[in-house]
C-alpha cells in the first residue's frame, strides 16, 4: 500500500492550525472528498458535519464546508455531536459522505478529520488514498457551475433523533430508576446528549465536564483522566461512574467504591452476557494485541475465542465485519457493538453495562472484575524522526525479551499513528521480569 500523506489511523489529525491541520487542508479535503463521492447521475449530494467542542472547530468546520459546497454538495451541519452519532446519522439521513471534526482524546490544541462513508462505516485505506490524489490537485479543478453550488443547512434536532436512536438500544423491561450515575462528559462532543439519555431511561444523573469553553476539552477529566470521575462517585455516594472522552466513541466507568474498569473488563461484561443469553456471534470477541492476556484467558476458559488486530478501531472493526462479530474493542475504551453501531459508542456501551448490572442485582464492585489483568506494562518513547524500530539493536532487545518471557507472555512494540511515540508493551505472569524486558527495549530505543 502506498504511504499516506494526511491519513494516519484514525483519520487526519494534528495540532490546529499547523499542517496538515490547517484551514487549507480543511478545504482541500472538501473538495476531494466531494468529487470521490460525487457520482455521475444528476441527484443532489449530501454531505453531513458534527464535530466536538474544540476552538478551532470554528476554523475547521467553515473550510470544510467551502470546499464541499465548491464541488456541489450539499451540506448539512450537526453542531457539537459524538462520533458514533455522525455515523448512525450518515447512514439514516441517506448522506453519500459523513464527516467528524474532533481529535478525541487529545488536548484542545489537536484537532482531526474523520470521514465516513454513506454506510456509516469509516472510509477504507484505498478510498483516503483516493482522496489523498485529489487533495494534491489544483484547486480550480472539478468546480461546480454558479447554479449547482451545495446548500448548506444547520439540522436543529440532531442531538434529540441521537438520543433516541441511543435509548432504543437499552432493553425494554428495564429501566435506570433508582441508580445514581456521575457521567463525565469530558467538556465534549457529548456534553448535552449523554445526560438527558441517562436521566430520560430513569437514572439520577450527576454530571460533570458539561460547561465546554474551546479549550477545556479532555482538560484533567473524561476517560482519560478517570480519577475525577471516580472522587465524585464517592462524593456522591453514586452506584457506578461513566467518563467518556472527547468525541464519545470511547469509556472507561468506575464501580461505588471509585475503582476504575477499562475497556478490556468491559467487553468482558457484555460478552458474557451476551454469551449467557445466547446473543453473542461468531463465538468470541475482536481485540487487539494491546488487550490483557487475562481477557484472552477468561474467553478460553468459557470456551469462547479472542482474535487480535492492529491498533486502531477501524481493524478491529473491519475483523467484525469480516468474521461475523458483534462485539470488539480496545482496552482504551472503544467497544464496537456491531448491533447497534458501526463505530465505537461510548454511550450504548455503557447503557449495555447498566442492563448487565440491573439485570445480576449485584453492586458494580462485584462485575467490574471480570478477570485478574496479568501484569502489564506500557511505556512511550518519544523519537525525533526516523525509523528506530529497523534498527538491529531495537530488534535484537525485542527477540531478548521474548526468549525471556518464554510463552508466558506478550510484547508488542509500534509506533503510535497519531505521535512520534514508540509504544513499548509487555505482560506475563511475572511482574519483575515484564518490568526487566521493558526497560531493556525502552534503552535500546533511546541508544537509536
Do not use: W
Not at 455531536?81 to 455515523?87: G, I, M, N, Q, Y
Not at 490537485?137 to 441521537?162: C, I, N, T
Not at 482538560?219 to 455516594?237: D, F, I, W
Not at 499513528?417 to 511482574?431: F, H, K, N, Q, V
Amino acid at each position: 500500500m502506498s504511504k499516506r500523506a494526511y491519513f494516519g489511523t484514525d483519520g487526519i489529525r494534528g495540532q490546529a492550525n499547523k499542517h496538515p491541520m490547517t484551514a487549507e487542508v480543511a478545504l482541500r479535503v472538501g473538495l476531494a472528498a466531494g468529487k470521490l463521492f460525487r457520482s455521475q447521475d444528476d441527484r443532489r449530494h449530501l454531505v453531513v458535519i458534527g464535530k466536538d467542542t474544540r476552538l478551532s472547530g470554528y476554523m475547521i468546520e467553515p473550510a470544510l464546508v467551502a470546499g464541499f459546497a465548491s464541488v456541489g454538495m450539499d451540506v448539512r451541519l450537526f453542531g457539537p455531536l459524538p462520533t458514533p452519532a455522525v455515523a448512525m446519522m450518515t447512514r439514516s439521513m441517506r448522506a453519500d459522505l459523513g464527516v467528524m471534526i474532533s481529535a478525541s482524546h487529545n488536548d484542545f490544541a489537536d484537532n482531526g478529520i474523520k470521514l465516513f462513508g454513506p454506510d456509516g462505516y469509516k472510509l477504507s485505506d484505498e478510498q483516503e488514498l483516493k482522496i489523498e490524489a485529489l487533495m494534491d490537485e489544483g484547486l480550480q479543478e472539478g468546480l461546480a457551475s454558479p447554479r449547482d453550488l451545495g446548500r448548506v443547512k444547520r439540522v436543529d434536532d440532531a442531538q434529540a433523533r441521537y438520543i433516541e436512536i441511543v435509548k432504543a438500544t437499552f432493553p425494554r423491561h428495564l429501566s435506570l430508576a433508582g441508580l445514581r450515575i456521575v457521567i463525565d462528559c469530558a467538556h465534549g462532543a457529548a456534553y448535552k446528549v449523554a445526560p438527558e439519555a441517562l436521566y430520560e431511561l430513569g437514572a439520577e444523573v450527576f454530571p460533570v465536564g458539561v460547561a465546554p469553553n474551546g479549550t477545556n476539552i479532555n482538560a484533567e477529566c473524561g476517560s482519560t483522566h478517570p480519577e475525577t470521575m471516580a472522587r465524585l462517585v464517592r462524593e456522591y455516594r453514586a452506584d457506578i461512574g461513566i467518563a467518556l472522552d472527547g468525541d464519545a466513541d470511547r469509556l472507561v466507568i468506575c464501580d461505588e467504591k471509585g475503582v476504575v474498569v477499562d475497556g478490556d473488563q468491559i467487553m468482558a461484561i457484555i460478552a458474557l452476557a451476551l454469551a449467557k443469553a445466547d446473543k453473542l456471534k461468531a463465538g468470541g470477541v475482536v481485540a487487539t494485541v494491546m488487550s490483557n492476556l487475562g481477557l484472552e484467558r477468561l474467553m478460553a476458559d468459557n470456551g469462547l475465542k479472542l482474535e487480535r488486530t492492529s491498533v486502531g478501531d477501524r481493524y478491529v472493526m473491519a475483523r467484525m465485519r469480516e468474521g461475523g462479530f458483534n462485539i470488539g474493542g480496545e482496552q482504551s475504551g472503544h467497544v464496537i457493538l456491531s448491533d447497534f453501531s458501526t463505530t465505537g459508542d461510548g454511550l450504548i456501551a455503557a447503557l449495555q453495562v447498566l442492563a448487565v448490572l440491573i439485570e445480576s442485582g449485584k453492586p458494580m464492585s462485584a462485575l467490574g472484575r471480570q478477570f485478574e489483568p496479568v501484569p502489564q506494562l506500557l511505556e512511550n518513547v518519544r523519537f525525533a524522526g526516523g525509523k528506530p524500530l529497523e534498527h538491529k539493536s531495537v530488534k535484537e532487545a525485542i527477540a531478548d525479551g521474548e526468549s525471556q518471557l518464554n510463552g508466558s507472555g506478550r510484547i508488542v512494540v509500534r509506533p503510535s499513528g497519531t505521535e512520534p511515540l514508540i509504544r513499548i508493551m509487555a505482560e506475563g505472569d511475572d511482574p519483575a521480569l515484564v518490568r526487566k524486558v521493558v526497560k531493556s527495549i525502552v534503552s535500546a530505543v533511546k541508544a537509536v
